[in-house]
């Protein structure tokens, strides 16, 4: 079994929610994309995004840190042999966990975390609900509209490119161009004709 097909297995059995499910889907399909971009391993990379919030449904506790998200996850995937880049990547998307963003793939984890599913928000709030129909400007007006999709955080959208060294709207169209290369995957190719 490959890599990304062990992580997304492990999402599966670990993650019962179809929303944080198709979440990790991608985050792990903008993941590989800048894989490329950044001449780094995209297996590597995808499994990151795949696990990044593995237990995030089970332990979203933020009280008690050591027995929550992302600490169990990564407890438990150095226990079955995951390799410390991937387990510090997804430390470091967490600021609470208090993990340095030093690596690319550590500050892309961050990066396209919030924006993922920002991105694939816009797509499924257009009359189409098609990733096709999705561009830079779309996504930059939505994020304006504070009462749009407000659980996710805009500063981190923006904290995140500037931590990758990249301008926003750059970013944005990489992971609408990563989004729409798995629209069909992530429930954001369009509806069926009737």
């Not at 816009?122 to 009359?127: D, G, K, S, W």
Request: net charge negative.
């Amino acid at each position: 079994m490959s890599m990304v097909a062990e992580a997304r297995a492990i999402v599966t059995e670990w993650v019962s929610s179809e929303v944080l499910r198709k979440h990790c889907g991608a985050v792990a399909a903008s993941m590989a994309y800048l894989a490329a971009r950044y001449d780094g391993d995209a297996q590597v990379w995808e499994a990151t995004g795949w696990l990044h919030d593995m237990d995030y449904e089970r332990h979203p506790n933020l009280e008690v840190a050591e027995n929550a998200h992302p600490f169990v996850g990564v407890r438990w995937l150095r226990a079955h042999g995951w390799s410390e880049e991937i387990c510090r990547a997804i430390l470091s998307h967490a600021d609470y966990a208090g993990v340095s963003r030093d690596s690319t793939m550590e500050k892309a984890l961050f990066a396209v975390d919030e924006l993922s599913s920002f991105v694939v928000a816009v797509a499924l709030v257009r009359p189409s609900k098609n990733i096709a129909d999705v561009d830079v400007a779309a996504v930059k007006k939505k994020m304006k509209d504070k009462g749009f999709a407000r659980a996710v955080n805009r500063d981190d959208i923006l904290n995140g490119a500037a931590g990758l060294g990249v301008e926003v709207d750059d970013l944005i169209a990489d992971v609408i161009a990563a989004l729409q290369a798995r629209a069909g995957d992530l429930g954001i190719a369009g509806q069926p004709a009737a």
